[in-house]
């Protein structure tokens, strides 16, 4: 035993390391550990791998394998320092041979085979459940035919009963029009004894002039300002002043006087002048060229 292999396992047992821990370790096999603490170098696969073995050998238990090299030269068999290798044991690469070629050649060819056999058979199977779809629905939309033309056959009574009673309902209608336009062709005959609205000058006397309302019991008096303003003066029955200004043209004054029945009115102006009693105008006796300025009485007698 040499003194660098006493080092070595001393500083292994003093890890507590064993051969096989430290195989496990560096994967250098265990006969290999036992020849270099024994300095037994010739069972090595080279002296190349002697160097290589022991600064693996160093680094597991702790040691600096430069300073162990400085420090055992002789103990280390002298070899070419450029041809060490840093890896424990030669990995070598088997070649590849011709009949692993010729299979990584069919390789691709089985899947490219194996992907048409798959989308053969997704079509196999998708074009037969498609077409069943579409007769299945076929025959349901048959079904449905039957069954709307079914129920059509069946409605038709009800449909008579109700084109019969919606004839009756016509018939009837058409019967209450005619009783109704009946009616209302009798109705004027009633209202023809009824006498219209009428206004009548009962007196003139120079620029003054009284009209008479009858057939009525509204008096509604409408003014108006057309063509010019005008002074208005309006007064009830009771002499009330109910207007007194000038009224300017296109303007219209309303007066109920339906409760006293009269009125007095004096115009200013009675060519620009309308007078409206229940909407029918007012025609001046009195020219209102000739005489501008005009008094209007218009009583409403009493009703018996």
Known sequence: MT?????LREAREAKGYSLDDLQNMTKIQKRYLIGIEEGNYD???GKFYV??????????VGLDPEMIFAEY???IPV??????PELSRVQSRKPVSAGSSKVMNIIPRILVALFVIGAIFVVWYLLPNQFGDNNQGTGDDQQESVDYS???EVQQPEDEGAEGSEESAEEGSESGKNTDTEESEEEPEEQADEPAQEISATNVSGKETTYELKNTEDFNLEISAAGGDTWIGVYNAKDEQLL????????????DLSEGGEAFIIVGDASATTIKVNGEQINYEVSPTEVVRQDIIIRRPAQE
């Open 79 to 84: 070899t070419n320092t450029s041809d060490l």
């Open 43 to 45: 069972m090595m696969p």
């Open 244 to 255: 007194n200004e000038m009224l300017k043209d296109g303007n219209t004054e309303t007066f």
């Open 51 to 60: 160097r290589a073995f022991i600064k693996q050998y160093a680094e597991a």
């Open 3 to 7: 003194e660098l292999g006493t080092r």
């Open 73 to 75: 030269p002789n103990d």
């Open 150 to 152: 079914e129920s059509d």
